[in-house]
């Protein structure tokens, strides 16, 4: 298994550094936040589908959202990892159609 590319490599360098500050000062707060009715202070600025080094996709600016750290780290990663969203709504029933709930395959 080899290394991880540094963050540079990956693109995260001095452009991003600017352009996620820049994002930022224009979206301010954690859009996950807002959506549970709370405002919180957005302090990453995230890839709604994840870029995995497609360079088109990481600098289109529709496909970033302002997050919070406990949005981004927490539920963000989990839903990638499993490959849908865990929430569910006020029915209590998954919200996310991905879900396997919503699929049909519950166990």
């Given at each position: 298994?080899?290394?991880?590319?540094?963050?540079?490599?990956?693109?995260?360098?001095t452009?991003?550094?600017?352009?996620?500050a820049?994002?930022l000062?224009?979206?301010?707060?954690?859009?996950a936040?807002?959506?549970?009715g709370r405002?919180a202070?957005?302090?990453?600025?995230?890839?709604?589908?994840?870029?995995?080094?497609?360079?088109r996709?990481?600098?289109?600016?529709?496909?970033w959202?302002?997050?919070?750290?406990?949005?981004?780290?927490?539920?963000?990663?989990?839903?990638?990892?499993?490959?849908?969203?865990?929430?569910?709504?006020a029915?209590?029933?998954?919200?996310?159609?991905?879900?396997?709930?919503?699929?049909?395959?519950?166990?």
């Open positions: 298994m080899s290394a991880r590319a540094s963050a540079s490599e990956r693109g995260y360098g452009a991003w550094r600017k352009a996620r820049g994002h000062r224009s979206h301010p707060h954690c859009v936040c807002s959506r549970e405002i202070p957005a302090t990453i600025v995230d890839h709604i589908i994840p870029h995995r080094g497609d360079q996709l990481f600098w289109d600016r529709t496909n959202q302002s997050l919070c750290t406990p949005h981004h780290s927490g539920e963000k990663q989990g839903d990638e990892a499993r490959g849908y969203a865990a929430r569910v709504g029915d209590g029933l998954p919200t996310d159609p991905n879900h396997p709930f919503n699929r049909g395959d519950a166990r």
